[in-house]
Structures are given as C-alpha cells and as structure tokens.
C-alpha cells in the first residue's frame, strides 16, 4: 500500500512557530497535498458551502504508513480553496496520548497534554482533553464557539480508535454533540476517506440537517449514516445495509 512519509519540515516548523502561538494552517495542508502521489481523488468539493457555520465529520481513516494529519491535511486544503479562511476549519483533536494509544488504554504520556494543546493554540484547533467531563466539556464549548461566529469546524467522530478497515461508532459523547449542534441549527457534511487502486479519496457529501429524522434514531447515527453512504460497502462496518447497530438503510 502506498506510504506517506511523515511531513518532517511541516514539524520542525511547527516546532519553531510554537513560541509565537501561530501557524497557517492552509500553508501546511496546501504543502502536504503538493506531494501526494498518487494523484488525489476528490469528489463533491461543491457541497462545501462558501460561507456560514458549518461541521465536516469524517471517518478517521488511518493506517500503518498513513497518519490520520494526511487526510485532514486534504480536507482542510478543500475547504479553504472554497472559504478562502485562515484557518479554513478549526479541527476538535486529541489533547492527549496514552502509552497504548491504539487500544485506547494505559497510562498518559508525559507531557503529551500541554504539547497538543500547544499545537492547537498555534493552528486555532480545540485540543479535547483525554479525561475530566468539565474540562473536555469546556473544549467542546470553545469549539462551538467558532461555529456561532459563522466558521467550519470539523471532528472524526471515531476518535483515535478509528481504522482504515471499516467504519467503527462514534466515540461515547458524540450523540450529545450532535443534538447540540442541532438546537443551534449548525448542518454536518458527512466525509468519506478511503483508498481505492492505491489513491486516496476523498468525497464530500451533501450537509446533513441533524435532528431530522425519526425519533427512534440517534443523532449519531444521522451522521455516521451519511458517512458511510461515501464509502464503499465492504467499509460502512455496522452502518451497512446488514449492520447491526441502530442505522439502517444506507444504500
């Protein structure tokens, strides 16, 4: 399978920029797309909206040889040759590590925290604490906050623990999210990322009025629904036809 080198340049940068508290965000994405190969397959760019608030939500594709800041560094540029913003999105992100990151348990990595939340400071992302309801509950609120000011945001609900292989459900929490993103009448545009002949794609689809559908329904699983319309079937995992979570009907 195709391997993306780590962008060390963008880091070092990065690492030089942390100081000041500032970065362009759309520079770094802009850069890393220039040297994807192979070519990138982008689809429905046109259902991003010019302006107003608006949450992207993606599958948190990534894998051995693929880190998941490629894909976000594609979705990002997207939405910027659209919106023209600086940043173009302001992303929800990890605040912090653990020792096994991938299972989702062990101990925090030492300084992991303040290092994340540097970054985020320097690209106006909200770094999701790991633990602690008032403090990640305040991350979320500054998050909106940006949305209510007419910006794009934009989340994986998956969290770490999404995979390339197929589409797992969203992180606990993210229900609550999205029916506060639904009194506040924000649209979700639902992003599929995926690999087909060894290039990566990428498909925006149309926003989502979140809260619509029956009550029988989460709100979460509006969402994930839409997602995993923009995958292929052999990836949707319990959001398939056959699935067995709530969703249903996603042909």
């Not at 009025?209 to 319309?229: F, K, L, N, Q």
Request: glycine share 10%; charged share 20%.
């Amino acid at each position: 399978m195709t391997r993306y080198p780590f962008p060390w340049d963008r880091f070092l940068g990065l690492a030089m920029n942390l100081p000041a508290g500032h970065r362009s965000l759309p520079a770094d994405c802009a850069s890393m797309v220039a040297r994807i190969t192979p070519t990138l397959v982008l689809l429905g760019e046109h259902n991003i909206p010019g302006s107003g608030p608006l949450v992207l939500a993606a599958n948190h594709y990534q894998r051995a040889g693929l880190w998941i800041a490629w894909p976000g560094a594609v979705i990002t540029d997207a939405v910027a040759r659209r919106r023209g913003d600086d940043p173009p999105l302001h992303w929800l992100v990890t605040g912090g590590l653990q020792c096994s990151q991938s299972q989702g348990r062990g101990p925090q990595v030492p300084l992991a925290r303040p290092l994340l939340e540097a970054v985020a400071r320097c690209y106006q992302m909200a770094a999701l604490p790991p633990r602690g309801s008032t403090g990640r509950a305040a991350a979320v609120h500054r998050w909106l906050e940006w949305a209510a000011k007419g910006e794009a945001l934009g989340i994986f609900p998956e969290g770490t623990q999404g995979r390339a292989g197929r589409l797992r459900q969203p992180e606990s929490g993210f229900d609550h999210l999205v029916r506060l993103l639904a009194r506040r009448a924000i649209p979700v545009l639902p992003v599929g990322i995926c690999e087909l002949a060894g290039a990566m794609q990428i498909c925006f689809g149309e926003p989502v009025a979140v809260g619509a559908s029956p009550p029988e329904r989460s709100s979460a699983d509006e969402v994930m629904d839409a997602i995993a319309r923009l995958l292929p079937e052999s990836m949707r995992g319990p959001y398939a036809a056959d699935g067995t979570a709530n969703a249903r009907a996603v042909r």
